[in-house]
């Protein structure tokens, strides 16, 4: 089994094969500058990328990379499974929450409290146009596009593709987590839930865990207010926003965790759950066969779906 | 598979070193150098940790990247040099043993003490247990 680990788009990111091939081991060193290229192409914290790019170009048609093309379709597509509540152009809102810059750059207390009104421009996905046959993309004024959790979700999706050529492969992006099949030995990856409770039990070196995954194909991701939040105005703020009112989603949940076909739809569900809460989020996800989900509620309660099987979980 | 050893200078270093036999008169200052050069490597791997992988050349196909050749170790640890007490009961470092001057380099001041890092190594490959449910392969949790 070989293993990488590198720092990008904000996160620690690993990726593993399980083979001993010098093949094996080539690919896993490019993993690295796959991320940097997409980093370069799909981040908002980068002046020069081809998504800044896109932004600051509102009002006419813009061709674009197949990379930015691929996670404009998907981020489009997450907005309307999500109902408007997973969406692109919520640029304005996580700016004004105070989140303009890469995560460990935002000064505690940064949030502009304030009548603010909800920013111009949330629904303006609605209004993005596409045209397959020159690859080109169309934003309308006021559109300003911020991928995050999709592009990160693509990122390991696609690394995963890749890198299942030379055996069995898992990409782990930030928590979001992709793996290609079974292991080697026909055994499902074993997959860890991190605990977010204070409380939590840990071992040396290795985060609290509720239990461990066992999933053969696919995708989980996990969305949260217990790691990027911080304090203003004696209110809790963090980086989720609910589109609907422009600011940091009131939910009673901590942290929602979905397991799905792949990351994306995972990333995206996760978030899903999360701004719906956990009773109509668990409600949600029972709506969708090819979804399951483990919601830990901000006063200490784990609740899973029905098709969370404890067969699969082991705690 | 063999674990790639990225610092090959590293184990040749001699940080510091006391003349045998005498007593250890200047050891305060020793342990202060100690910690210098411990916080300075902690420095230094943060820099690598944070700075992330070099940019590849060329426009991206859309996709389907194409694994690059690896590419060789870049970095290279010189040595600091050696601390020698004085009569005085100070210590003073020696002029630093020779090392191999990577070409384009340009020297340090002179006096300094300490040599520049030319680059930093990329990420390493390394070989790890089969995962199981004892020691997971990884952990889903909120980004951080």
Known sequence: MLEISFRAMGCWMKAMVDSDSPHAAAALRAVPRWFASWERRLSRFREDSELNRLNHRPGRWIRVSLPLWEVLQLALWAARWSDGRVIPTILPALEMAGYDRSFEKVPMGRYRSGSEDRPLGLDAWRLIRLNPETRSVFLPDGARLDLGGIAKGWAADQAVRHLKAYGPALVDAGGDIAVSGPMANGEPWPIGVADPRPRGRASFGQPALLGILRISSGGVATSGRDVRRWRHGGEERHHLIDPRTGRPAQTDVLTATVVAPTVVEAEVAAKVVFLLGSREGLAWLETHPELAGLVVREDGMVLASSRWSMDLFKS | ?144
């Open chain 2, 1 to 144: 598979m063999k674990i790639e050893n990225t610092y090959p200078g590293a184990q040749r270093g001699c940080l510091i070193t006391a003349p045998r036999g005498k007593a250890r008169s200047g050891s305060v200052d020793h342990v202060k150098a100690l910690l210098t050069t411990g916080a300075l490597a902690a420095i230094l791997w943060l820099w690598v940790t944070l700075a992330g992988p070099e940019d590849p050349s060329g426009e991206a196909t859309g996709g389907t990247p194409e694994p690059l050749a690896s590419s060789p170790v870049l970095m290279q640890w010189d040595p600091l040099p050696t601390l020698v007490p004085t009569p005085q009961g100070g210590l003073v470092r020696t002029a630093p043993p020779p090392s191999v001057k990577r070409k384009g380099a340009s020297p340090p001041p002179a006096g300094s003490g300490l040599r520049v890092v030319q680059s930093l190594p990329p990420p390493r490959v390394i070989q790890v247990p089969v995962p199981s449910n004892q020691r997971p392969a990884a952990v889903t949790r909120s980004s951080r």
